[in-house]
């Protein structure tokens, strides 16, 4: 075909070479080309001729009228000086290369695995709105008129094309502004011709931030004496650093502290507001208002605040009291928390302070009971509200000692008893865990798959994780185990085949347990195959018979480790590996377009067969012999078996069939 078409465009640069001797040195004549094979007449009419060479490919012409060529491919040729060469017109060198470059793409386009690659875009973090770039590398010959887009890809799996088709890296693509922060996307880029998808690469996106303000205890008012300090609170979200404004014109830059607290010292009654919040992202929203109440009367008060908070403490651990001082105070004035015990007599338990905001703990020495507490000033000496409080214990936590006997899949449950200040949570040593329990003794359930010895692993309450102990037996009642193994699908095998053993398991196995499949060697003892479990069959491959034998009967079974126990014997006929031999034959004469029958004989080998014939037909596993296939030629064509497999692996083909088609 390639010399066809490199003759074709010899030819028309004959003829464009003689085009343009004849313009120099005759009169207008017109073409006229027949690629009919026919003798060539000898051109005696013309002074001289372009001789052809002995391959048959004519060489550079500089006569002014052409010769016949020899080959008989032209059979006469006129010139027309009017009639313009096209400029279209290819050279040979220039068609050769067009082919090659065809070949090499067709080539390209069976072997290549095309891919593309996202490059390492791990250090981009990014906000909803903003423009990234996105290199990536291809592999694989794309078409001339394929592009690129980079799609973004959420939690759900949903896409959405984020860029404009490019040609080559890098891609500039835009993260729609409606995305959420603060959540985890995956860029992919996508090419057209062929559709080929790249890897996911992850990319979060930065939050866009909020901020509100509030009175350091969460309140929204706070009221203090003139000349003393007001909390102020600023929580937040969002992609840290955060830069914000308050509306007394306070401006705090880049901080990353959350929340972040301020204090102010207003002179009149004023309220705060967040006027501007910003981070990398740009604004976000504002919410929220502190009033702080600056009381001009000098009488100085004291009380406790939010004492629900402190209602249940715990000896050792530290906490807040919060209270409120309002009025003028004498310079040096100090502030304590001092408690009640049982002789009702108050007793200091915290370091003197000065703000209304107190860290301390109860000691040690304190048991567990009812309590009152209170906050005192030194200068004026004032003393504010008491409020009960309860010193809880550490929790204790003891599993009861049960033994339980259960059936298969039955659920049970276990007693625990709590002491000391719940709620309590409690986690077992088979990984039951439950929390926020209120009530001792608690039956928790469980349901075990074995026989299990039930421990503690922690527990605890309001005071942390506690002391814990105790131990519980629960016993699973289950069926005797047992194997059953099934039908097999076929009763013959060829030795060294692989083949699927269906079973059924009953009862209950231990964690270490494994299956194995065994037959019996020439003396009869059992020995193991290689054995690949699935939950419905066990693939194994059946070991080789005795040297000489071609069939013996084998005994097979499945056997358990832990628990030991072993299936039905069952028998299976093991054939020795003799290859498959596929023969070919037939012979025939038909019309192009019509069908006839050739025929394949099998000899050895265990059925199935599978076979490719030379012209690419393939059937997949038949049990006729001799098998009669139906063929349509379209040239004569003469057909073999390129392929052979049978249950003894892979065979081999001999003989062929030839059809000869009439045209």
């Not at 000692?401 to 625990?416: A, C, I, Q, V």
């Not at 469980?446 to 039930?454: A, H, I, Q, R």
């Not at 994780?465 to 099934?486: D, H, R």
């Not at 347990?513 to 194994?540: A, C, E, H, W, Y």
């Amino acid at each position: 075909m390639f010399r066809f078409v490199l003759l074709i465009f010899c030819g028309l640069m004959i003829l464009s070479n003689q085009a343009d001797a004849q313009r120099r040195t005759s009169t207008p004549k017109r073409q006229i080309f027949a690629p009919k094979k026919k003798p060539a007449t000898p051109a005696t009419q013309q002074p001289a001729a372009t001789p052809a060479d002995t391959t048959g490919q004519p060489k550079p012409a500089q006569v002014t009228a052409p010769a016949a060529d020899t080959t008989g491919k032209i059979d006469s040729t006129i010139i027309d000086n009017d009639l313009p060469i096209s400029k279209d017109t290819l050279t040979e060198k220039e068609a050769e290369e067009q082919l090659e470059k065809t070949a090499v793409k067709t080539v390209a386009d069976s072997v290549h695995a095309y891919k593309i690659i996202i490059d390492d875009i791990s250090y981009l973090s990014v906000c909803p709105g903003t423009t990234i770039t996105i290199p990536f590398k291809t592999d694989g010959p794309f078409d001339e008129d394929n592009t690129f887009i980079a799609h973004l890809i959420d939690a759900s799996g949903k896409s959405v094309p984020i860029s404009l088709p490019v040609k080559k890296s890098p891609i500039k693509a835009v993260i729609p502004s409606y995305k959420i922060g603060g959540e985890v996307y995956r860029i992919q880029v996508v090419s057209s011709i062929p559709v080929v998808r790249s890897q996911e690469v992850s990319l979060r996106l930065l939050q866009t931030p909020a901020a509100r303000i509030e009175v350091a205890d969460g309140t929204q008012s706070v009221r203090i004496m003139p000349g003393q300090e007001a909390h102020l609170r600023v929580s937040l979200t969002g992609t840290a650093p955060w830069s914000f404004r308050l509306s007394d014109s306070t401006t705090v830059y880049h901080t990353m502290s959350n929340p972040h607290y301020l204090i102010v010292k207003p002179r009149d009654v004023k309220a705060y507001k967040i006027l501007g919040i910003s981070n990398a992202c740009g604004s976000g929203t504002m919410s929220g208002e502190a009033i702080v109440n600056v009381n001009n009367n000098p009488e100085p008060k004291l009380e406790l605040k939010e004492v629900e908070k402190i209602a249940k403490l715990c000896s050792g651990i530290p906490f807040q009291v919060p209270f409120n001082a309002t009025g003028k105070y004498k310079e040096g004035n100090k502030f304590v928390v001092q408690i009640a015990d049982r002789t009702g007599a108050f007793k200091t338990i915290s370091a003197p302070d000065t703000t209304g905001y107190i860290m301390t703990e109860i000691p040690a020495t304190y048991k567990p009971g009812e309590y009152k507490l209170r906050v005192t000033s030194s200068a004026p000496y004032l003393v504010s509200q008491t409020t009960n409080v309860s010193i809880v214990s550490p929790t204790v936590t003891v599993l009861q000692k049960d033994s339980l006997r259960l059936g298969e899949n039955e659920t049970g449950e276990l007693t625990l008893k709590f002491t000391g200040g719940g709620p309590w949570f409690v986690l077992l040593s088979d990984g039951t865990y439950e929390n926020n329990i209120q009530e001792s003794p608690y039956k928790i359930k469980v349901k075990p798959f074995y026989d299990t010895n039930y421990q503690i692993t922690s527990a605890g309450g309001l005071c942390g994780v506690g002391k814990f102990s105790g131990t519980a037996k629960v016993t699973v009642k289950s069926p005797p185990a047992s194997i059953t193994l099934e039908k097999l699908p076929q009763n013959m095998v060829c030795a060294g085949s692989t083949i699927d053993i269906p079973y059924k398991t009953e009862g209950r196995y231990n964690a270490g347990n494994k299956f194995v499949v065994q037959i019996t060697d020439k003396s009869g003892r059992f020995v193991s195959l290689p054995t690949t479990v699935t939950p419905t069959s066990m693939k194994v491959k059946i070991a080789g018979v005795a040297v000489g034998d071609t069939i013996r009967t084998q005994k097979i079974r499945i056997i358990s480790s832990s628990p030991a126990v072993s299936s039905a014997i069952e028998e299976i006929d093991v054939i020795a590996p003799d290859k498959a031999i596929g023969e070919v034959s037939g012979r025939g004469t038909v019309t192009a377009g019509r069908s006839t029958r050739i025929q394949l004989k099998f000899k050895n080998g265990l059925p199935p067969w599978s076979f490719t014939l030379s012209d690419g037909t393939a059937i997949n596993g038949t049990f006729l012999n001799p098998y009669l296939i139906s063929v349509s030629p379209t040239t004569t064509t003469e057909y073999k078996i390129s392929s052979l497999k049978s249950g003894c692996g892979t065979g081999s083909g001999k003989g062929s069939a030839i059809i000869t088609v009439d045209n």
